[in-house]
């Protein structure tokens, strides 16, 4: 177990560093390294394993939560701010990083909580408490996106008289399937073909997201469309061609 809180600070520490020496920007903080510790462990709980080194434990962290331990710690302590620091309101760490994993991996909920374990303890959550605090976290990450994407952005690290700041493109992600009521046939369902996604060959949604090219940063997304309905330059006119 000793060795084990090494290998944790160590990672932990060595991601700061990291992180630190290539950050292009520092219009955001780093989150303090206590923090970044605490969440480390908590990952390694939740994934029941521990990564034999740096390269590999990032690696699974990102696999399984679809982000870097200190990129969980900066949506944590953003959330935290947008609850007037009161954390006794957010409940737990652990349940930040169900919902990180929830939107990652898009599990069946009856599966999810039998793969997951409460700290300390050799049981599985129920699927009621998995299910309060993923939708719960889903929507506190969504109540971000006015502070880390903003059109602004894409003068971050701007030389000077360059014309183009920003790359634009469509994604499509997958959705369930809608049926709706026949329109000849009284009684019958079909399928909604406005949902259609000629990438998936199934039901999606689709989103436009733009990105700085000087510093990476989203600065824009818009959505969701109907892809049966909009294609990507209807979707560019709507709205973002007004921003340029």
Known sequence: MHDQSIKIL???FAELSIQDAIRKTKRMPLPPGNLLVHFNIIAKDVMSRLSRSLDSHKRDVISFFGAPTIIIAKIWEMILKNNDGDEKALSNKEHLLWALHYMKQKPNFE????????????RSPTK???????????NEIR???GTVIVWGHRKTNDRGGDDCLASVDCIDCEFQQILIDHPIHPGKKMINKALYSFKFRGPALRYEVAISLLSNDIVWINGPFLPGDWNDLEIFRLN?????
């Open 143 to 145: 109540a971000l996106e």
């Open 111 to 122: 599966v999810f909580r039998k793969t997951i374990t409460k700290q300390n303890q050799n």
């Open 10 to 12: 160590e990672h932990s």
């Open 240 to 244: 973002l061609l007004k921003q340029l």
């Open 128 to 138: 009621k408490t998995v299910m309060k605090w993923v939708w719960f976290y889903v």
